[in-house]
């Protein structure tokens, strides 16, 4: 059982801490260039970084849009991060398994004007879709189109993919000279080993692919992967060797994969069939038996039911042969009813139900621990297909279809709110703006009075600067003065009045007030141009709250009118989705 946990969790949490490097590796990419300086570009890494691919996405999406939709884009913080933006929803949409998607955004880049790393780093990526996609000649056809500088956080990235591409396409001796190149690559260790282990094998190199592979077989590393990659290395060549007839030299490398590993099983079955191919059945029983008790789920182990009992009669214990292929047959009786009533649970639709159970997802193990409950004896039989690549990206797939499914459902849900909302905004709003469309006419009527006797005074003082005025700045005193004045001039006009002592006290008093006009003029026109600029700061002031209320009134207009059509067609494309 503790074998069984290791293998699964070495599938499926390394899928998971794939999945978390990968993020971690986007936004360490992303944010390349410095500071984050957009907060939505921001959020997108945040949800890709936590595996929420399809938020990541649709965020992402959004903001490009929206981005592109400027007129000045360079204005938008999501400038500085344009370049990273655009391959990091590429990359999203890859994790996320939206390869046709991924593709068209990354060619979209390299068909793009951008700088020649920029180019090459999108033709690497592209390469890498079409070899996750299992098309290795359009993977081959794309990155031969790399040339020039490489960025640096691909220098080793790249070849690396290169060489697995040649490998798929017969190109061995290729794949060999770069893979040599790398393998001392930290990052790259026992991976690039490995592979080039078997492309020396397929090169028909023998010799050279066994040292190889000894060599990965006791590469040092505290890394998990590291140490699976190790253990594969000495699995291969193990029955490599095995096969070709040379079971002392393969029992030495089965030896080397160790107990609790993801490959420990077939290295038991291995180590024990190395040892009976020698005629030392009794040191075969000693790995068998150790594997006999492990979960019978297993291929190997169902095999080495039969080869214990089998290497107790090469040892002429009969009795203790009879009483293993007993068990051995009762053991694969009990399996048959698991299998059939697997097979009749799954048939009735239990298998899907099980495995998109929300608080078995939050469990790195939770495939294991599916087999534990007794309600669902269609997954005890299915951990090993379920553990495969295959299965388990389309798992992944259903998964996604089962959250998108919710994610409509909510999305409904979310229009009838959005639906409601509006209601209510409508029966906030409709009684109370004509009441402040009247009041606002009113204002709007009087505020273009006032600005008209502005500008008004504006044109007047502007002039006087030319053709000065004094009398223009009077004060109301000194007017209702010269009016007395020139009524009194009238009347003794009138009156005939010709005392010089009378007309020479009027004139002497016009004078006065004349001149006092006159000597204050600069100061008077001084205090004007002061009381305009002044006039000027509340106009301007007025104009602001003008303007704030218009928009107000057009925000509250709209934000219950105009969404019948756009909420019917979202309406349609959640119903069609």
């Not at 390869?99 to 920029?118: F, M, W």
């Not at 640096?152 to 893979?179: C, M, V």
């Not at 291929?299 to 293993?324: C, F, H, M, N, T």
Request: proline content about 2%; hydrophobic content about 40%.
């Amino acid at each position: 059982m503790r074998s069984l946990l290791v293998v699964l969790f070495f599938v499926l949490a390394t899928g998971n801490g794939v999945t978390a490097f990968a993020a971690e590796k986007i936004s360490r990419e992303a944010l390349s260039s410095g500071e984050l300086k957009d907060l939505y570009f921001g959020e997108a890494l945040f949800y890709a970084y936590q595996g929420e691919y399809f938020e990541a996405i649709s965020r992402l999406d959004t903001e490009l849009i929206q981005y592109y939709g400027l007129d000045e884009p360079d204005l938008n913080s999501l400038y500085y991060h344009i370049d990273n933006a655009e391959f990091s929803v590429g990359d999203f949409e890859l994790y996320y398994r939206m390869h046709d998607r991924a593709g068209r955004a990354i060619k979209a880049v390299i068909e793009g004007n951008v700088e020649e790393k920029v180019r090459n780093e999108a033709i690497y990526r592209l390469a890498k879709i079409y070899y996750q996609k299992q098309q290795p000649l359009n993977a081959l056809h794309t990155i031969e189109k790399l040339a020039g500088e490489t960025p640096e956080k691909i220098q080793y990235e790249e070849p690396f993919l290169r060489a697995q591409i040649y490998i798929e396409t017969g190109k061995f001796s290729d794949a060999i000279n770069l893979l040599k190149n790398i393998e001392k690559e930290e990052s790259l260790q026992g991976y690039s080993g490995y592979n080039l282990g078997v492309a020396m094998f397929q090169s028909g190199n023998e010799q050279d692919g066994i040292l190889q592979l000894d060599k990965v077989g006791q590469i040092k590393s505290s890394d998990e992967r590291v140490q699976a990659m190790r253990d594969k290395a000495n699995l291969v060549l193990g029955f490599r060797l095995l096969e070709a007839g040379q079971p002392a030299k393969a029992k030495q490398y089965l030896q080397r994969v160790r107990l609790a590993g993801p490959f420990s099983n077939k290295a038991l079955l291995g180590t024990g069939w190395a040892a009976a191919a020698n005629g030392e059945y009794d040191r075969a029983l000693v790995p068998w038996t150790m594997l006999a008790k492990r979960n019978i789920t297993d291929r190997s182990v169902q095999e080495v039911l039969l080869g214990v009992p089998y290497a107790y009669g090469k040892l002429d214990i009969y009795g203790k042969a009879a009483i293993l292929y007993g068990q051995a047959l009762e053991s694969y009786s009990n399996e048959i009813e698991r299998l059939d009533a697997s097979i009749a649970s799954i048939r009735q639709g239990k298998f899907l139900k099980a495995v998109i159970r929300e608080e078995l997802k939050k469990d790195k193990l939770w495939l294991v621990h599916l087999r534990e409950l007794p309600e669902t004896p269609e997954t005890y039989y299915l951990t090993e297909m379920m553990a495969s690549h295959d299965f388990q990206e389309s798992l992944k797939n259903y998964f996604d279809l089962a959250e998108l499914e919710k994610k409509l459902e909510e999305w409904g849900r979310y229009l009838g709110a959005y639906e409601e909302v509006i209601k209510i905004r409508g029966a906030y709003y409709e009684p109370l703006l004509p009441e402040i469309e009247t009041q606002f006419r009113a204002l709007d009527s009087k505020m273009k009075l006032r600005i008209e006797q502005r500008d008004k005074l504006d044109k007047r003082l502007k002039k006087m600067l030319i053709s000065p005025r004094p009398d223009f700045l009077a004060t109301a005193d000194e007017r209702i003065i010269l009016q007395r004045i020139a009524e009194l001039e009238s009347k003794l006009k009138e009156q005939g009045v010709v005392d010089e002592k009378t007309l020479h006290r009027v004139a002497r008093l016009k004078g006065v007030t004349t001149w006092n006009i006159n000597i204050e003029y600069h100061d008077r026109f001084t205090q004007a141009v002061e009381h305009l600029a002044e006039l000027d700061e509340h106009v301007e002031r007025l104009k602001e709250i003008y303007n704030s209320f218009v928009r107000t009134r057009q925000a509250a207009t709209q934000s219950y009118k105009g969404y019948e059509k756009g909420l019917t067609r979202l309406r349609i494309k959640i119903r069609d989705a």
